[in-house]
T-cell receptor, first 113, second 115 residues
């Protein structure tokens, strides 16, 4: 997996947008950007993934820069339940094969009332 | 969506005993399962990769004779911590990849406490 770097912690006011950055300057052409989050004492939860286009689902939006060297996960209206550690990971995606996911330290997001 | 379960969710055992943790894919066939360990305030650390019907591949520094992994079917992998010691106390998480796909789904984790 390509190396990613994230800020260790961030605060966000409840109801405001949370923007979590991730640098992945060594990403290769066939590698996707994945975001997971882990709420305390639970397993990681998939949030969203993308290759080069911006993506949006019911949980979040993913903005990937044109050179693909960085991305931002956006939680549009953060709630207290969004307090968690957010992990940005890059990996290839090949049907029938697999690539193990290795986790960095992630960003601990604290949503403040 | 794909669901991965773990059992038990929490276990407390005495030093020297062995503990078995089960990981099941409930609604899909998982050709590959992964086992992670997470110590307090640290990230997940990959321990081993388990393929159905073959021996597990362990990460560097993980003792294969201490952490026995059996992937006996397409829906079940087990991790046995043999002769557990207090330093093995940790949060153990499994994940599974659905056959034919590359998406990885995680279980809820098992909290092991060795007294």
């Amino acid at each position: 997996d390509a190396k990613t770097t994230q800020p260790p912690s961030m605060d966000c006011a409840e109801g405001r947008a949370a923007n979590l950055p991730c640098n992945h300057s060594t990403i290769s052409g066939n590698e996707y950007v994945y975001w997971y989050r882990q709420i305390h004492s639970q397993g990681p939860q998939y949030i969203i993934h993308g290759l080069k286009n911006n993506e949006t689902n019911e949980m979040a939006s993913l903005i990937i820069t044109e050179d693909r060297k960085s991305s931002t996960l956006i939680l549009p209206h953060a709630t207290l339940r969004d307090t968690a550690v957010y992990y940005c990971i890059v990996r290839s995606r090949q049907a029938g094969g697999y690539q193990k996911v290795t986790f960095g330290i992630g960003t601990k997001l604290q949503v403040i009332p | 969506g794909a669901v991965v379960s773990q059992h038990p969710s929490r276990v407390i055992c005495k030093s020297g005993t062995s503990v078995k943790i089960e990981c099941r894919s409930l609604d899909f066939q998982a050709t590959t399962m992964f086992w992670y360990r997470q110590f307090p305030k640290q990230s997940l650390m990959l321990m081993a990769t388990s393929n159905e019907g073959s021996k597990a591949t362990y990460e560097q520094g993980v003792e294969k004779d201490k952490f026995l992994i059996n992937h006996a079917s397409l829906t079940l992998s087990t991790l046995t911590v043999t002769s557990a010691h207090p330093e093995d106390s940790s949060f153990y998480i499994c994940s599974a990849i659905e056959r034919g796909y590359n998406e990885q789904f995680f279980g809820p984790g098992t909290r092991l406490t060795v007294l």
